[in-house]
Each structure stands twice: as structure tokens, then as C-alpha cells.
T-cell receptor, first 115, second 113 residues
Framework: SAVISQKPSRDICQRGTSLTIQCQVD?????MFWYRQQPGQSLTLIAT?????????ESGFVIDKFPISRPNLTFSTLTVSNMSPEDSSIYLC????????????FGEGSRLTVL | LAKTTQPISMDSYEGQEVNITCSHN???????ITWYQQFPSQGPRFIIQ???TKVTNEVASLFIPADRKSSTLSLPRVSLSDTAVYYC??????????????FGRGTSLIVHP
């Protein structure tokens, strides 16, 4: 299993500002995933973060808007840049099981509200 | 990665058995079926995983027919605390390489008193 801590758990932000979300895992993991979940919707994958390489972004998400860092095997950050009210959402960090069972572990999420 | 289709919502009552079916017609040979549960304001939580036939754990059972084009999550004797969104995923076990864990719309289960 893996225990994931996300910070902040929630925040209220002003339009045009940027916010960085941190994801800390209690064990070393190869791949980390960042998801966005808008109110009442399913999870949408933003990007896959690999240690030591550029993140791989899904269609509709770009690095300039959602820069990601992955400095080591236990930590990653996602920045939501130049925020607008449409970015109000829950952002979730996830990791795969080290034993490759296919199980995903999730943090509690970071709820952002952009005014 | 196999696309999955589930009912958008279901209603049940306490003490009943609930069966949620997921369609994955283009499932690949090396794909497993995994179900997650998500409560409001929490990240999804693993429930059960299987490849074929039947898998049972302390929480649920998973039924997968021989053609593997669908699967059914069975929750025995649900309680109010089982009210949640349930997601079905079909993909390979490895979380490295090309596996992209993609969530469909999920099934919102509401359990009534």
C-alpha cells in the first residue's frame, strides 16, 4: 500500500494567480498521476509524472498551464497557473502499487476555488 | 486500454444486495478489471480486482463471465455508508509504460433507509 499526503487540502485563490499542490508518498514509486475532478464529474487524467523526465500530458492539458515537477521517487508538485474560475476543481495525486498489482492509491485531494 | 460503460446511477435500500454491471467490450487479453469506490471529498479507494470467473473479498464480489466483455460488482446487504460513486477500470496490471489509468463516469449508488 501507499499513503499519500497532499497539500493544501483546500484553498481559495484569486483569478490570475498560480498555486502549487504538493504530493508526498510514504514509499518510492515509479509513476505518479495527477487527476482533476470537477464538481459532480469523474476523474480526468492531467498528466503522468515520471521521476527524472518530463511529465506526459493528456489531450487538453499543457505544461504551461499545469507544470509538474518530480524531483525524486516520493514527491511531486502540480502547479495550476494563471487560474480562472474554470479551474475550480479537486486535484488528486495518485500512485500505482509498487508490486504492479494495478491498484491505484489516491491522496485526499486538493479542493481549489478560484474567485 | 478498454473503454468501460456503467449505469450512471442506481438506488437501493439498506439490507439489499446491489449489483453494478460494467461493459468493457474491447478488453485486451492482459487487462484486469478493477473497481474503486469514492466518497464525497475523498480520493477513490480500491475495492476489488479480477481477471475471470469470480473473486470475493470482505467487501464485495466480482463476477466476470468467460468472454470477459462485462463484469458485475456485487455488494451484499448494503448500508447507508455504501452510498458512493463506483468506478470500473479495465487495464493491464503494470503501472509503468503505456498503462494510463482512465476513469469513466462511474455509477452513483444511493442507499436509502
Amino acid at each position: 500500500s501507499a499513503v499519500i499526503s497532499q497539500k493544501p487540502s483546500r484553498d481559495i485563490c484569486q483569478r490570475g494567480t498560480s498555486l502549487t499542490i504538493q504530493c508526498q508518498v510514504d514509499s518510492q514509486v515509479t509513476m505518479m498521476f495527477w487527476y482533476r475532478q470537477q464538481p459532480g464529474q469523474s476523474l480526468t487524467l492531467i498528466a503522468t509524472a515520471n521521476q527524472g523526465s518530463e511529465a506526459t500530458y493528456e489531450s487538453g492539458f499543457v505544461i504551461d498551464k499545469f507544470p509538474i515537477s518530480r524531483p525524486n521517487l516520493t514527491f511531486s508538485t502540480l502547479t495550476v497557473s494563471n487560474m480562472s474560475p474554470e479551474d475550480s476543481s479537486i486535484y488528486l495525486c495518485s500512485v500505482g502499487d509498487r508490486k504492479n498489482t494495478g491498484e491505484l492509491f489516491f491522496g485526499e485531494g486538493s479542493r481549489l476555488t478560484v474567485l | 486500454l478498454a473503454k468501460t460503460t456503467q449505469p450512471i446511477s442506481m438506488d437501493s435500500y439498506e439490507g439489499q444486495e446491489v449489483n453494478i454491471t460494467c461493459s468493457h467490450n474491447n478488453i485486451a487479453t492482459n487487462d484486469y478489471i478493477t473497481w474503486y469506490q469514492q466518497f464525497p471529498s475523498q480520493g477513490p479507494r480500491f475495492i476489488i480486482q479480477g481477471y475471470k470467473t469470480k473473486v470475493t473479498n470482505e467487501v464485495a464480489s466480482l463476477f466476470i463471465p468467460a468472454d470477459r466483455k462485462s463484469s458485475t460488482l456485487s455488494l451484499p446487504r448494503v448500508s447507508l455508508s455504501d452510498t458512493a460513486v463506483y468506478y470500473c477500470l479495465a487495464g493491464p496490471l503494470s503501472s509503468g509504460g503505456s498503462y494510463i489509468p482512465t476513469f469513466g463516469r462511474g455509477t452513483s449508488l444511493i442507499v436509502h433507509p
